[in-house]
């Protein structure tokens, strides 16, 4: 291995998740924080819980309306025709051989 190219490993890294549950673990940084863990996911606990932390419904409701919006813009607009430039033919020139 070279020297000096990797991270410094601490043996002893804490992970505190927002349960209150405390691990330890090996890492490279000294301190971790985690929104859910294996103390209180659904899965490991067999209990059913509705887990929204990032506020995905909200940011859903969020670009549904701004698209509604949109469409309502675009109806709303005239329509204006973009005259269209067509391209001029160029004559070819063939060179007869003497």
Avoid: N, W
Avoid at 1 to 20: D, L, N
């Amino acid at each position: 291995m070279k020297q000096g190219i990797h991270p410094h490993y601490t043996a002893t890294t804490t992970i505190t998740c927002a349960c209150g549950a405390v691990l330890e673990t090996g890492s490279t940084v000294d301190a971790m924080h985690t929104e859910i863990c294996s103390q209180c996911h659904p899965f490991y606990t067999g209990k059913k819980k509705f887990i929204d932390t990032t506020g995905r419904v909200d940011r859903f409701k969020k670009l549904s309306e701004k698209s509604v919006a949109a469409k309502i813009a675009r109806k709303k607009a005239p329509k204006v025709k973009a005259e269209k430039e067509t391209p001029k033919k160029e004559k070819k020139v063939v060179k007869k051989a003497a």
